[in-house]
Nanobody, 125 residues
Framework: VQLQASGGGLVQAGGSLRLSCAAS????????AGWFRQAPGNEREFVAA????????YYADSVKGRFTISTDSAKSTVYLQMNGLKPEDTAVYYC???????????????????WGQGTQVTVSS
C-alpha cells in the first residue's frame, strides 16, 4: 500500500485546511485510516481514525469538534478537514493505514504498517 499525503500549508489561527491522503486502489474499503501528527520535540500523536468496517470515526480530544476524517466514494482517498485551527495544531501530519487494527490500538502509531510521507501544517497566531 502506497500513501501520498498533501494539502498542508500556512494558515492563520481560526482558518481551515483539508489534508488528503491518496492510496492505490480502493484501499480504505478494507484498511483502517489514521491521521497522526508530530511537532518538533514531541512524539507522534494520534489525531483521527476511520475504521473500514462501518466507517466509525475516532478523534483525539484536542481536535474533536474541529477536525473531520472522511473518505471519497471510491474509498481511495482519505481526508482530514481541519477547521478552527490553532497554533498548537502546528505539526507535520501523517496519514497511515492498516488492516485488522483492533479498536484499542487505533490511537497507537505503531499499530499502523503503512505511512504517507507527511505534510507540514503551520498555524500562525
Amino acid at each position: 500500500v502506497q500513501l501520498q499525503a498533501s494539502g498542508g500549508g500556512l494558515v492563520q489561527a481560526g482558518g481551515s485546511l483539508r489534508l488528503s491522503c491518496a492510496a492505490s486502489g480502493r484501499t480504505f474499503s478494507t484498511y483502517t485510516a489514521g491521521w497522526f501528527r508530530q511537532a518538533p520535540g514531541n512524539e507522534r500523536e494520534f489525531v483521527a481514525a476511520r475504521r473500514s468496517n462501518g466507517g466509525s470515526t475516532y478523534y483525539a480530544d484536542s481536535v474533536k469538534g474541529r477536525f473531520t476524517i472522511s473518505t471519497d466514494s471510491a474509498k481511495s482517498t482519505v481526508y482530514l478537514q481541519m477547521n478552527g485551527l490553532k497554533p498548537e495544531d502546528t505539526a507535520v501530519y501523517y496519514c497511515a493505514a492498516d488492516r485488522g487494527i483492533i479498536l484499542s490500538d487505533l490511537r497507537r502509531w505503531d499499530a499502523y504498517d503503512y505511512w504517507g510521507q507527511g505534510t507540514q501544517v503551520t498555524v500562525s497566531s
